[in-house]
């Protein structure tokens, strides 16, 4: 097949509270883009934070085994730049754009960030969208990848002001609340909030979307539509349970990408990279730790992979952890001493502060965590100390030991410093937005 266009869509701390995942989220241009590609109901990121998450789809390898293993604004960085997929996409004869964020090269110059070009300078959807609708409109002459990333879902964009005027804001009365949080009103207007951030999302992929139609490229470009991790609540983003990992993942255009199909086999981001490599009949680099999701989508198989993990390593603060999950079992292993929540690690807003009132800061949590999906699909029953579920928690453990050897983990070492220069909150700051320190 001839080299199709790429139009890679991201988004900050979206999770899977859309549309087509059955929540109360209108987000009609996801929906439409669902309907006519191919959803995958249990995608997960390889981590809870954006950088190290971003990283692991882009280079196809855990966040360790790449060298991100914190946020690419406070100092961290990709130990080979050369492996992300953008300068493999331009070995191919490949032009490449970044609209809005990007966050494995946050802030750089687009030579630093892998990208040929950046478009636009604004932070809002609609400018974001516009960027990438005024490329669409002229696009290059060669196959191209254009990412097109938007921040309005992340906290700090609540505050921009909604382009829908015509469309009411989200009743805090009857907004939905996510597990595992309880529904009180704080929660309630907090995911409201949430929702209006939600549809200035979805009017900008929106927007790209009509203007890949009208430019004539649909047909030609396979659409990749995901997001970093969970949504910035209390429990959710920087968890390694699915409130934290579980994101939405729509593919769109050549290969099979089509006809409104909902997948159900577990599936990484990590895998992202040799499915492209696989579409394009092409061998995948060596470093690749994903495997491909074609497949899947040809009809051959019903699973890829028996396993998908996770890793925290730091957000705004240190806190080591790891994962691995089945389709049956979740089990994760904090690694340290700590065993109570790293505060500066959950982003502030009212949930936040309500979960504080109630003691949520002080709950102690355990050094192994093992969860029974089938049973307890919410992840909030600990069995990890079940001794009828000891041959389970010594698989999984042996799972994970193994992956952890095999990708080369730096925890097996012990501590992991934070690069020189890093900036990066103390373990007891209750804040992210508290005064940081540097790494000498």
């Not at 909604?162 to 995911?191: F, G, I």
């Not at 080591?320 to 500066?344: C, E, H, N, Q």
């Amino acid at each position: 097949m001839d080299r199709p266009h790429i139009l890679y869509l991201h988004s900050h701390d979206t999770g899977r509270y859309v549309q087509p995942y059955g929540h109360a989220v209108p987000t009609p241009n996801v929906q439409r883009l669902a309907e006519e590609g191919v959803l995958f109901r249990q995608a997960f990121a390889v981590a809870p934070t954006c950088s190290p998450s971003r990283a692991g789809l882009l280079t196809g390898m855990a966040p360790h085994a790449a060298g991100m293993t914190g946020l690419a604004h406070r100092g961290f960085s990709l130990t080979d730049p050369s492996r992300h997929l953008v300068p493999f996409l331009h070995g191919l004869g490949y032009t490449s754009a970044l609209a809005g964020i990007d966050h494995v090269g946050l802030g750089r110059a687009p030579t630093e960030c892998q990208f040929q070009t950046r478009l636009g300078d604004g932070h809002r959807a609609e400018d974001i969208a516009q960027a990438a609708c005024a490329f669409l409109a002229a696009p290059p002459k060669h196959p191209f990848f254009l990412s097109v990333g938007f921040f309005d879902t992340h906290r700090e964009a609540r505050d921009f002001p909604s382009r829908h005027e015509d469309v009411p804001p989200a009743d805090p009365r009857y907004a939905p609340v996510p597990p595992p949080l309880p529904d009180l009103p704080e929660t309630r207007a907090d995911m409201a909030g949430f929702m209006g951030s939600a549809r200035n999302l979805d009017a900008g992929i929106g927007a790209v979307l009509d203007q890949l139609d009208a430019s004539g490229l649909a047909e030609r470009t396979l659409v990749i539509c995901t997001t970093d991790h969970g949504i910035a609540f209390p429990g959710l983003k920087c968890n390694l349970t699915a409130h934290g990992l579980g994101v939405m993942l729509i593919l769109r255009g050549p290969g099979g990408f089509a006809g409104g199909r909902v997948c159900d086999a577990l599936v990484s981001q990590v895998d992202l990279f040799p499915t492209l490599c696989d579409l394009l009949g092409l061998p995948a680099p060596d470093w690749l730790q994903g495997t491909s999701l074609m497949p899947l989508i040809r009809g051959e198989r019903e699973e890829v992979r028996d396993e998908v993990y996770g890793e925290v390593t730091y957000h705004a603060a240190y806190e080591p952890m790891r994962s691995v999950r089945t389709k049956r079992w979740s089990y994760i292993r904090r690694f340290g001493d700590r065993r109570r929540p790293v505060l500066a690690n959950v982003d502030d807003g009212p949930s936040k502060d309500v979960m504080l009132e109630l003691g949520w800061g002080e709950r102690g949590l355990d050094e192994e965590e093992l969860y029974d999906l089938a049973l307890d699909p919410i992840e909030s029953r600990n069995r990890a100390a079940d001794p009828g579920l000891a041959s389970v928690l010594a698989d999984l453990r042996g799972r994970l030991d193994r992956w952890m050897e095999a990708t080369e983990d730096p925890l097996l070492r012990g501590p992991v410093p934070a690069p020189s220069g890093a900036q990066v909150n103390g373990p007891d700051d209750p804040s992210p937005y508290g005064p940081l320190q540097a790494v000498p």
